[in-house]
């Protein structure tokens, strides 16, 4: 007598697939948390810039330098 295998338990390709849907779901969940964190942290980031005051400091210590080597 013969027996017949199903193909079903042997094949893991199914298994494998949802795996990696499971592994990608999760990194795309990770990364949509560290979005939603960092922007809340850079949106702030702009109202310093805006006023200048820093920009202004880099400026005038370039040209500082700049005169130096006149």
């Known amino acids: 007598m013969k027996v017949i295998k199903m193909g079903v338990i ?7 697939s949802a795996e990696f849907v499971l592994l990608f779901g999760g990194i795309i969940v990770i990364v949509i ?7 809340n942290y ?8 805006a006023n200048g005051s820093e920009i202004q400091s880099v400026e005038n210590n370039l040209q500082d330098i700049i005169s130096s080597f006149s």
């Open 10 to 16: 042997e094949d893991e390709a199914a298994q494998t």
């Open 33 to 39: 948390i560290a979005i939603i964190v960092y922007r």
């Open 42 to 49: 850079t949106s702030g980031l702009g109202k310093e810039l």
